[in-house]
């Protein structure tokens, strides 16, 4: 005697609840985390390399969407700074640059700093503004600072701006012959 009362209705009898087939064994998995460092499986970001190409296209066109001045920017913002640091620290502080040019000196000085800092701003944003996708689905973390990063962006703006520092130290030095 079955006591159905619409489409969501239970098949529970009056003598109790219905047979159910038994429960196969599933396997037991143990996950104990690594002690020491993590290794890094680059065979693994390897088989992860379209996630990591998509990735890094979509940090790129988020950065560069609605800017005027575009790729410029990535030249300009350490020229001006440049410009900032040796009119206080070489014309009002009079800091010694040792017998360099003093923007050189600065120069020289701010691009692998503003290659680091913008590295490690990135690669954290990054991982806190992709959080629902590492929740979500599984591939190797490292993919997502990677893409901020690494890959395309920030080494090929770090490339540019060492192309522009041994350009200026070459005509600077073309100037003192």
Not at 1 to 23: C, F, I, K, Q, Y
Not at 50 to 68: A, G, P
Not at 93 to 105: L, R, T, W
Request: hydrophobic fraction near 50%; aromatic fraction near 14%; include cysteine.
């Amino acid at each position: 005697m079955n006591h159905e009362s619409g489409p969501l209705a239970s098949t529970t009898t009056v003598d109790g609840p219905a047979p159910t087939a038994p429960a196969e064994e599933v396997p037991e998995l143990i996950i104990e985390p690594q002690k020491g460092w993590i290794p890094i499986h680059f065979g693994d970001l390897w088989r992860y390399r379209e996630l990591l190409y998509f990735l890094t296209w979509r940090d790129v066109k988020i950065r560069y969407k609605q800017t005027v001045l575009g790729f410029l920017w990535a030249f300009l913002q350490p020229f001006l700074k440049m410009v900032v640091f040796s009119v206080i620290f070489g014309g009002l502080a009079k800091m010694d640059s040792e017998g360099f040019p003093y923007p050189i000196f600065v120069f020289a000085g701010l691009l692998p700093w503003q290659f680091f800092s913008e590295s490690l701003s990135r690669s954290s944003q990054s991982v806190v503004g992709s959080s629902n996708l590492i929740t979500k689905v599984y591939f190797p973390r490292l993919v997502i600072p990677l893409a901020a990063v690494v890959v395309l962006d920030a080494t090929t703006v770090w490339a540019a701006r060492m192309a522009s520092f041994v350009a200026i130290t070459r005509q600077l030095e073309c100037a003192d012959r």
